[in-house]
């Protein structure tokens, strides 16, 4: 598998979480909680796969919570997560993302999370010439900077 496929693996599980994007076919399904797993405000968050990390900072509005923390799409791939079980302060993830120029990637996420902090550990599957790829290790953190976003912040 050649390093730059890998490298883009990254941003997937990062999805961060959190970025730029919203899924593919829809909005995702609501929460079920009564409170939002985690506040708005300025978010940074961390992907690590096969020692490649990309972090980035982004301002989620309130009504942008859902997709922020259960939609973990990225920039360049756009994810639904038939899977999704959040409460507790425990969360799984389980869903597919498809790229721009058609790559198909599964994910796996489960992990920890509290109102202004969260850690996921799971990995990706990509599909190469009619076979998926055995799963890849990864990692996100996110942590709140703060309430309130800087001037000129990128919201999500």
């Known amino acids: ?10 941003p997937v599980l990062a999805g961060a979480l959190l970025l730029a994007t919203a899924p593919m076919a829809g909005p995702a399904a609501p929460i079920q909680s009564a ?10 968050y961390t992907a690590r796969a ?6 980035e900072t982004k301002c989620v509005r309130p009504s942008e919570i859902n997709r ?12 639904t997560y038939p899977v999704r079980q959040v409460g507790n302060g425990n969360a799984r993830f389980e869903g ?3 790229s721009r120029s058609g790559r198909q990637v599964r994910v796996r996420l489960n992990g920890t999370y509290q109102p202004e902090q969260f850690t996921f550990r799971g990995g990706a599957s990509i599909r190469g010439a009619g076979i998926w790829s055995p799963y890849i290790p990864a990692t996100i953190t996110a ?9 000129n912040a990128e919201y999500f």
Request: positive net charge; contains cysteine.
């Open 1 to 10: 598998m050649k390093s730059s496929v890998l490298i883009r693996v990254a």
């Open 35 to 44: 409170e939002p797993p985690v506040l708005p405000g300025y978010w940074q």
């Open 50 to 55: 096969l020692g490649q990390g990309d972090t």
């Open 68 to 79: 922020f923390f259960g939609g973990l799409s990225t920039r360049h791939y756009r994810c």
């Open 96 to 98: 597919n993302c498809v």
């Open 143 to 151: 942590r709140r900077l703060a309430a309130q976003c800087p001037a």
